[in-house]
Nanobody, 121 residues
Framework: QVQLVESGGGLVQPGGSLRLSCAAS????????MGWYRQAPGKERELVAA???????NYADSAKGRFTISRNNANNTVWLQMNGLKPEDTAVYYC???????????????WGQGTQVTVSS
């Protein structure tokens, strides 16, 4: 099994910053893409940012210029640095990883439990 454990959420004022962390552990052969998604009340889950094992990144338009995703392949960790936070960034943020647990098995998506980010004055 593979576990993704997130940390770093909380309450922040508009314009503030937060850094989310996600560590993957368990039966991992290799991890392909890691990413962050978010889901606000009444809305669908959406991609915020993703990063490949070689460092290629992809950002939602709403995150470009404000958020930065990074990862450490050696310890299977991904971070999301969020600056210039806005009330509309309020959501539960979920870590995602595309994991290969063994060469003979197909890759599979895993999700963290989510961490709440609230941007409010």
């Amino acid at each position: 099994q593979v576990q993704l454990v997130e940390s770093g959420g909380g309450l922040v004022q508009p314009g503030g910053s937060l850094r989310l962390s996600c560590a993957a552990s368990g039966s991992i052969f290799s991890i392909y893409t890691m990413g962050w998604y978010r889901q606000a009340p009444g809305k669908e889950r959406e991609l915020v940012a993703a990063i490949t094992s070689s460092g290629g990144t992809n950002y939602a338009d709403s995150a470009k210029g404000r958020f930065t995703i990074s990862r450490n392949n050696a310890n299977n960790t991904v971070w999301l640095q969020m600056n210039g936070l806005k009330p509309e960034d309020t959501a539960v943020y979920y870590c995602n990883a595309l994991v290969l647990v063994a060469p003979v098995l197909p890759k599979r998506n895993y999700w963290g439990q989510g961490t709440q980010v609230t941007v409010s004055s």
